[in-house]
């Protein structure tokens, strides 16, 4: 028997039983639907986290300073003022590392005409925008001269724009922070959220130097926060981390079996941390939208015994006339791999459209991928001939002479 054959002989059995055939396809339809939408979920959870990595920068490093008791209580670190300037620089002599920026934050509010905004000014160096892979959309970075001279100069972020000069342009205009006047020299590109969620826009960069003589003070001089270091590659950060804990431990004076006074945070692994933790989501979330397609299989299994019960008299007489063994079980699975398909194509659909309309109204990040769609098909094939596979068996089994007997 040709194939074309089989595949019109399929086509109309399945014709002939229109509503038990779309009730068969609806439990592909919902499966395929659930993976499709599920790892469009998944996936962009998992492409926002990777938005945000690459939003920090690469192989980055915070080194804190010291922790603090108070009524045995332990406080966070950077409550002690052990990390100097002059370590930072030591660092930056490291071969492994590629830049280092000192740290000076505080929260202060700043003012422009009749607006003002409250944001975080951070007191760094010119080696920051290495550091964090962030350079200034408008405008320039810090010069040698401001950091040396203390200059009233800020690059600020995109937030901050929005809120003290709307669509005018920043661009050396004076603001006031902290009642310091200070001239805008750049306008920082779009980071966006960070990890935490904390908005990386809604801030304002000065020369360190500045901060400390002019804007914050500080009682303990030559002190910073903390500091951000950039190892030169992916493959030196744990020599990196090595380096940096011998250094400030020779440079601070800790003996052997001594507490460290400083703390190294290895960001990068924190973030793929994160995003792995993602991506077990996104496959926890396909394989729980994958027990649709297996209930769906099922379906299929169940109405295709059924087929092969009511149309047992009709294999008896095709055999008796010629058809081979191979042509029932042909036809058969042939049946259960067209409903399986079908559904799967109406699943892509639905599955396509419930994503859109949840991005739309909910306003989540979802990513349909090629992948995903092609992924939900291949299984959905796949679940189709192993589900229909025992009931084409069983049809072909079938004796002819027991077949045409059968009431």
């Known amino acids: 028997m040709q194939f074309s054959d ?44 990777t938005e945000s990595i690459a939003s920090m920068g690469s192989n980055l490093f915070i080194v804190l300073s010291g922790a603090s008791t108070a009524g045995g209580v332990r406080m966070g670190g950077g409550t002690v003022p052990t990390l100097t300037y002059k370590d930072t620089m030591a660092i930056g002599e490291l071969e492994s590392i590629a830049a280092v920026a000192p740290m000076l934050p505080n929260s202060a509010p700043m003012v422009y005409g009749s607006n003002n905004w409250t944001t975080q000014v951070v007191g760094t160096t010119s080696e920051y925008f290495e550091v964090r892979d962030w350079q200034p959309s408008k405008g320039v970075v810090f010069t040698p001269t401001d950091l040396r001279s203390a200059n009233r100069v800020v690059l600020l972020g995109q937030t901050v724009v929005n809120h003290l000069f709307g669509d005018e342009d920043p661009l050396g205009k004076i603001l006031r922070i902290k009642n310091n006047p200070f001239t805008v020299v750049g306008v920082l590109s779009s980071k966006g959220q960070s990890l935490d969620g904390r908005d990386q826009d809604d801030t304002a960069l000065i020369p360190f130097t ?25 493959e030196v950060m744990t020599a990196a981390e090595a380096q940096m804990n011998d250094l400030l431990r020779q440079r601070h004076r800790i003996r052997s079996g001594m507490d460290d006074d400083f703390s190294i945070r290895n960001l990068t692994a924190l973030a793929q941390t994160a995003q792995g933790a993602t991506k077990a989501m996104s496959m926890m979330l396909g394989a729980i939208a994958g027990v649709s397609l297996l209930v769906g299989g099922i379906g299929i299994m169940n109405i295709m015994l059924v087929s092969v019960t009511e149309r047992t008299r009709e294999i008896g007489i095709r055999m008796a006339i010629g058809a081979r063994t191979f042509d029932i079980l042909s036809q058969f699975l042939l049946e259960a791999l067209m409903i399986s398909l079908s559904g799967s194509l109406l699943g892509v659909i639905l599955g396509v459209t419930i994503a859109w309309l949840v991005a739309t109204s909910f306003g989540m990040n979802v990513v349909v991928t090629l992948t995903s769609i092609l992924l939900a098909f291949g299984v959905a094939a796949a679940v189709g001939i192993f589900f229909g596979f025992y009931p084409a068996k069983k049809a072909s089994a079938l004796r002819p002479i027991e077949a045409l007997r059968y009431q």
């Open 6 to 49: 089989t595949f019109l002989e399929a086509s109309q059995s399945m014709g002939a039983n229109r509503l038990r055939t779309g009730l068969t396809m609806l439990g592909m339809i919902i499966g395929v639907a659930s993976v499709v939408l599920m790892l469009a979920i998944g996936q962009g959870a998992q492409a926002l986290v």
């Open 210 to 234: 500045t901060a400390q003589r002019k804007v914050f003070g500080n009682q303990f001089p030559g002190m910073v926060r903390y500091a951000m270091a950039k190892a030169t590659s992916a």
